[in-house]
């Protein structure tokens, strides 16, 4: 199947421009051990509620933090870290997440490039803070492509809800039935669906195939197959 008569493409950021695990495993094993302040107990402790496995240093497909907000994470972190303010975690994690390197799947520039060259519009709506996202864009060489970038702190209700999408159409003055939600988790999908979009599963976060068939028009293993299904030649 491929799809045509688009006039945007809109990405989640983490799991589907970025690869999850590449990209978040060493800043979840860096965040435990600075928090936890030698405390194995505590490191473990942490670690069992964000479910994350520090042995094989990757998040189980079942955590919450994978397609939730940085408030997720904190409320999750929050019971382990009594002498920090649900604020002060907030602020922790979007401070130290906004230095990561992170880890796209294939080379973004040429790939987003050819996008718009072929007339598409380019955005990004996801989970994570505006912030973040765009300091992670940046360092990625590629913010200037995209027209708009929100986060879940940028006005929307975060995903699955379907605001955040729609914000975004009415922001790009295109209509959300001709603009296909790119994303790695059912949140991305499911929100894409309930805005009337298109939406394209990929595999470089941590959902299988058979997790996004339901909500899904296409999946490809990742974004590199997007100038196919998108009949870009």
Do not use: C
Not at 39 to 61: I, K, N, V, Y
Not at 76 to 87: F, T, V, Y
């Amino acid at each position: 199947m491929k799809l045509a008569g688009l006039s945007a493409v809109l990405f989640d950021k983490d799991g589907t421009l970025f690869d999850f695990s590449a990209s978040w495993s060493d800043y979840t094993m860096g965040i435990l051990n600075d928090l936890s302040q030698g405390d194995e107990g505590r490191a473990h402790a942490m670690a069992t509620s964000l479910q994350f496995d520090r042995h094989a240093r990757q998040f189980r497909p079942s955590s919450p933090v994978i397609a939730g907000t940085v408030d997720v994470a904190a409320s999750l972190l929050a019971p382990h870290l009594p002498h920090m303010q649900h604020g002060a975690i907030v602020a922790y994690l979007k401070d130290t997440s906004a230095d990561i390197q992170m880890v796209p799947p294939v080379e973004l520039l040429p790939l987003l490039n050819a996008l718009l060259h072929s007339g598409l519009a380019l955005g990004v709506a996801t989970n994570d803070g505006e912030r973040p996202a765009r300091d992670h864009l940046a360092r990625a060489g590629v913010l200037h492509l995209f027209g708009h970038v929100l986060g879940y702190d940028s006005g929307f209700t975060p995903k699955p809800d379907p605001a955040m999408l729609r914000g975004y159409a009415a922001l790009a003055g295109v209509a959300p039935e001709t603009v296909v939600m790119v994303g790695d988790s059912t949140h991305d999908l499911v929100a894409g669906r309930a805005a009337g979009m298109a939406t394209i599963g990929v595999l470089t976060g941590l959902a299988r195939e058979d997790d996004l068939a339901p909500f899904a028009d296409i999946i490809v293993p990742h974004i590199g197959h997007l100038p196919d299904v998108l009949e870009l030649g």
